[in-house]
């Protein structure tokens, strides 16, 4: 088989999670079917350097389009451009393509057999989450007909397929629910900024969905408890909207922390935090859960589901019930380092299963 690989989401680090389980499902491909070609696809004015992990596999393939993704953006936007078909005119023959998260592909000829991988429909179910420009994002890449118009999707969750189904009247039968797991290996090379507080660890807060006002509110009441006065919060990404928050002495941010960095932080943290509004996954309670860190995560979306064993859970709209739960976590015994959920050989062995299906049935 010759698989074309939209390999953007990989090269674009701004994605996070994203980014790292497309790289994940793509190098455990690669391995467990030596068989078979990736064609990797990447747009721009320069011509990007894929990941070592992925580039160094013999069976994968590099195709660079050299339109600047600006104008490939409008281009895919008006119908003009086509990921597969412009690939085509380098690559004759290609099997099927393999979506790993929306963007602008343009039009999928209806020869070419295709699955997107969906993370989640939080763009439908909640706008104000996103910014204008997200949504503007959203909009241009015409989601919901990329969604509908590949001949399968991958779903990262039973919550997310869900959402397929009543959102968008995907037919349950046109969706596959993939596993996934860790994606930041255990290391600990990094040396955190010298300190003797125990520290609770959060992600981004200028994401809305994140729900940083709850993080803050519960973390501020625990520290009028005499025996957590000291604890401070680490907060991973961008920083809180409100600037005042942005100048409290107990907070500190890393806004882009490289993978040991951010193992590290995941080590040595007294607690993970994830209050988010919805998930369609809860990647980062997976990533903590390698180290035996507490959990506390939010009984919105897919985290019931989807959490780690052990996980701790309260509702995002409480904050006194995350002093409660992050209390429990704090003080509970630290549990020994968790199996991965999977080895992406289990994601990688699904999407060869659809794709097979896919050309059987073509």
């Keep these: 088989m010759i698989l074309l690989v939209d390999a953007r989401p990989i090269i674009d680090a701004a994605r996070g999670g994203v980014s790292r389980v497309a790289l994940e499902i793509c190098v455990a491909y690669a391995e467990a079917f030596p068989q078979d070609t990736l064609i990797c696809v990447t747009t721009g004015s320069k011509k ?3 990941p070592d992990r992925l580039s160094t596999q ?20 008006l119908g003009v451009v086509s990921l597969v078909t412009e690939t085509k005119k380098r690559v004759k023959n290609i099997d099927a393509a393999f979506f790993p998260n929306l963007g602008f592909v343009g039009t999928i000829p209806k020869n070419i057999p295709s699955t997107l991988l ?23 890449v015409r989601a919901k007909r990329l969604i509908t118009s590949t001949t399968h999707l991958l779903s990262v ?44 660890l959060c992600l981004g807060a200028n994401d809305a969905r994140k729900n940083a006002k709850t993080t803050f509110e519960a ?37 882009r922390p490289s993978d040991q960095q951010l193992s590290t932080l995941y080590n040595n943290a007294a607690v993970f935090l994830y209050p988010s509004w919805y998930e369609g ?76 299906h896919m050309i059987e049935s073509a």
């Design 157 to 200: 969750s039973e919550t997310t397929k869900r959402d397929a189904i009543n959102l968008i009247k995907i037919p349950s039968d046109h969706i596959t629910v993939i596993p996934l797991g860790p994606t930041v290996p255990l290391a600990t090379s990094y040396q955190l900024p010298a300190t003797s507080s125990p520290y609770i």
């Design 58 to 77: 013999p069976n994968v393939q590099h195709v660079h389009l050299p339109w600047p993704n600006k104008l490939w953006s409008i281009a895919a936007f």
């Design 281 to 356: 996954f809860g990647l980062p309670l997976h990533e903590a859960a390698q180290y035996g860190t507490p959990r506390v995560a939010s009984i919105a979306g897919a985290l019931p589901e989807t959490a780690p064993a052990g996980t701790f859970f309260a509702n995002p709209m409480k904050p006194h019930q995350w002093v409660t739960a992050i209390t429990l976590a704090i003080t509970s015994p630290r549990t020994p380092i968790e199996t991965p959920l999977t080895n992406w050989k289990d994601a990688a062995t699904k999407l060869k299963s659809a794709l097979d």
């Design 118 to 140: 969906l993370h989640d429909l939080s763009f439908l179910i909640e706008p104000a989450w996103f910014t204008r420009k997200q949504r503007l994002w959203h909009h241009a």
């Design 48 to 50: 990007p350097i894929l």
């Design 219 to 255: 973390v501020r009441a625990l520290r009028r408890k005499k025996q957590f006065h000291d604890v401070e919060l680490v907060v991973v990404g961008a920083r809180f909207i409100t600037p005042n928050e942005n100048k409290i002495s107990w907070i500190r941010f890393i806004e």
